[in-house]
Every structure is written in structure tokens, then in C-alpha cells.
């Protein structure tokens, strides 16, 4: 009798023991908690971005302008420094991880890096490829004026978005892909100096205009081919993103000192490889490090897109300080600022299943559409906010919804 209670007990959802439910996989409970832990890390590392890459944009600007005695620091040393700097932290992370067990950290860094010499050596491909995505840009800069360059580069928004539906098979609808061409837009013309100040400019002949295009061209292609890829990585592999950061840190470092010795070798033997550090450049250098891992998060949690999102919002951060508080930036006009902050507002949107115009509005919908119709007044009718009526522009809002 017990013998047939047991199986009625296997084959009955009610009566399922705790073994079978081990088989069965975890409760819809967990599964729901994690999804939930999931979307908070997703944004609170996307926040953490766009506050460190602020953050450094404006601390590197004020470091690098400081006029003090002495050499100044090299940016070459600077990136390696920051480099060594994440790897110990990954290190600390995985020590953490192993339950502060250093058999257990030896253990876990031998068997995940030096016994998989294949899996280490896919992440010398993005770093060899983000170290001539630098020396591109370097050509770029000496052979385009300052406008053309920042314009250019910002394509890199949709490579990074082309690269992701065609190696991550990502679905994009029409909305997104034209948020992305309006952010695009916004912060080119965000960065495009005004003609208040000041450009010490240089005549530039055709062909190297072209070479400079070209270069900034194959930038804009290897940022998001490499970005697709290291997020491919993270995302189709079973070791932890600390364990990748501390593969990537280790080419990234090697790379590094290869362009130390090229570009800064012989500063670097006549004064000293932390020639010119004070606090301020130790700060810059943190921060550089802690954008190695708050990116990895990103594209682990998130995508590279939405990493893209959050680094053109800290673009738009940095200049509206530097125009109100530091006021050494002038911008063309103000209102793309707003074109560029539509764009992340409109990402995601998508229709709601609402039948009818008579559904119930949030509070969310209705705040975000008087936010839009308020600031975005000219974009509105692209996105069919056209008001025909008093109570179709009031109800037809309902029928959208932000995923958050």
C-alpha cells in the first residue's frame, strides 16, 4: 500500500517529494527571484556606468588641463596601471567567490585559465582589436578636424546594433532602430563645437581626409564587432565574468605596455614610468579600472547596446557640466540635448495590449507622455503623437508602455 501511495505521490503535481522536485527543476518562485535579481543588477550596473564614465571624462579632462611643476603623467602608463588594477580586483572577486580560500583560489585560477589555454586566448582577439581601435583613432585625429571626427564616430551606435543582430540574433523593432538613429544624431551634434569658440584648425587635403575617414570608419566597425563579441563570450560561456575580465585584463596589460614602449619608450627612460603621479591621476586610473567592470556587468546583465544607451547619456552629463558649471564648452544649442535624451526615453517602447481606447491609464504613461509632449515637441509627431483631438491626445498614450 505504501509502495502504491509512493507512486501515486510521483505521478500527482500534489504529491511530489522533495527529490522529485529536484528532478523537475527549481520552483516557479526561484525562477521569478532570479529573473527579478537579474533586471536589478541590468540597471543598477547601468547607472554605475553612466555615473563612472561622468565621472572619469571629467576628472581625466581636469588632470590632463592641470598645470603643475614637473612632467606630466602619460596616458599609455595610465591605461596599463588601470589594467594591473582590475586584474587584483577580479582576483579579490574570485577570492570572495572561493569562501576566502586561497587552496581554493589557486585551484580555481589554474583550472579556468592555464588549463583552458583556448578559452584565455579568445579574449586576446578584443584586446588586440580595441588596442588598434586606439592607434585608428589616433590616425583619425591627426588627419580630420575635431567636428568630422565626433560626428563620424558616433556611428559606432548602429555597427554596435548591426553587430548584434547579426552574431547575437537580437530583434530590434522599428522604434528601436529609430531611437538608435536619433541618439546618434543627438550626440553628434551635442559634441559639434560652436562657433563661439575658438579651432585652431589646419588644411587638410583630400587624401587625407579620406584616410582619416577611413580610419575612423574601421574604429567604428571594431568597437562593435569586438563589444558583440566579448559579450557573445561572456554570455555563451560557463566561467564568471570576473574570470574573463582577469583574461582580458592580462592582454589588455600585455597590449598596453607594447604601446608604452612604442609611443612613450624613451619619456618613459628619462623620467620614470609614474613620472607626473599625484592623487588625482591615481583617481583617474581607479576609475578607468572600475569601467572595466562595471562595462563587463553591463554586457553580462545587459547588452552592448544599452551599454551604448548609458555611455551616450553620460556624454550628455559631461558637456551640460561643462557648459553650466565648468563653462569650457559651448554647444550649438541646447535642444539636442532633449533630441538625445528622447531617444533614450523612447527605447523599449512598445505597443501594450490595451483594447481600445477606453483603457485605464498608469501613472507611469501619463507622467512619460506630458514629459514628451513638454520636451519633445518636434519629435513627438515622428512617433504618432500628432494630436487630432483634445481626447485622442489625452487617451492615446494608453496604448504604450515602458519596460523597466
Known sequence: ??????????????????????????????????????????????????????????????????????????????????????????????????????????????????????????????????????????????????????????????????????????????????????????????????????????????????????????????????????????????QSVWIRNIQLGFFGSIFGLLGVYIYDGELVSKNGFFQGYNKLTWIVVVLQALGGLVIAAVIKYADNILKGFATSLSIILSTLISYFWLQDFVPTRLGFHQVSLYGILKWQWKPSKVPGLEGERTFSSFLQEQLVKMLFPFWAPLFGWLPKSSKFSSLRCSKFQVEI
Not at 528532478?23 to 547601468?46: F, V
Not at 583619425?140 to 560626428?151: H, K
Open 1 to 238: 500500500m505504501s509502495g502504491g501511495r509512493s507512486r501515486q505521490q510521483l505521478e500527482s503535481p500534489r504529491g511530489r517529494t522533495t527529490e522529485t522536485r529536484k528532478y523537475l527543476g527549481p520552483p516557479r518562485k526561484e525562477e521569478s527571484e532570479r529573473k527579478a535579481m537579474s533586471s536589478h543588477l541590468k540597471y543598477l550596473s547601468l547607472g554605475i556606468l553612466v555615473f563612472q564614465t561622468t565621472s572619469l571624462v571629467l576628472t581625466m579632462r581636469y588632470s590632463r588641463t592641470l598645470k603643475e611643476d614637473g612632467p606630466r603623467y602619460l596616458s599609455s602608463t595610465a591605461v596599463v596601471v588601470a589594467e594591473l588594477l582590475k586584474i587584483m580586483a577580479c582576483i579579490l572577486l574570485v577570492y570572495r567567490d572561493s569562501k576566502c580560500s586561497l587552496r581554493t583560489l589557486n585551484r580555481v585560477l589554474h583550472d579556468e585559465i592555464l588549463n583552458k589555454p583556448m578559452e584565455t586566448l579568445k579574449l586576446a582577439i578584443p584586446s588586440g582589436i580595441y588596442t588598434l581601435q586606439n592607434n585608428l583613432l589616433y590616425v583619425a585625429l591627426s588627419n580630420l578636424d575635431a567636428a568630422t571626427y565626433q560626428v563620424t564616430y558616433q556611428l559606432k551606435i548602429l555597427t554596435t546594433a548591426l553587430f548584434s543582430v547579426s552574431m547575437l540574433s537580437k530583434k530590434l523593432g522599428v522604434y528601436q532602430w529609430l531611437s538608435l538613429v536619433i541618439l546618434m544624431t543627438g550626440v553628434a551634434f551635442v559634441q559639434w563645437p560652436s562657433d563661439s569658440q575658438e579651432v585652431v584648425s589646419k588644411e587638410l587635403s583630400a587624401g587625407s581626409q579620406f584616410v582619416g575617414l577611413m580610419a575612423v570608419l574601421t574604429a567604428c566597425f571594431s568597437s562593435g564587432f569586438a563589444g558583440v563579441y566579448f559579450e557573445k563570450i561572456l554570455k555563451e560561456t560557463k
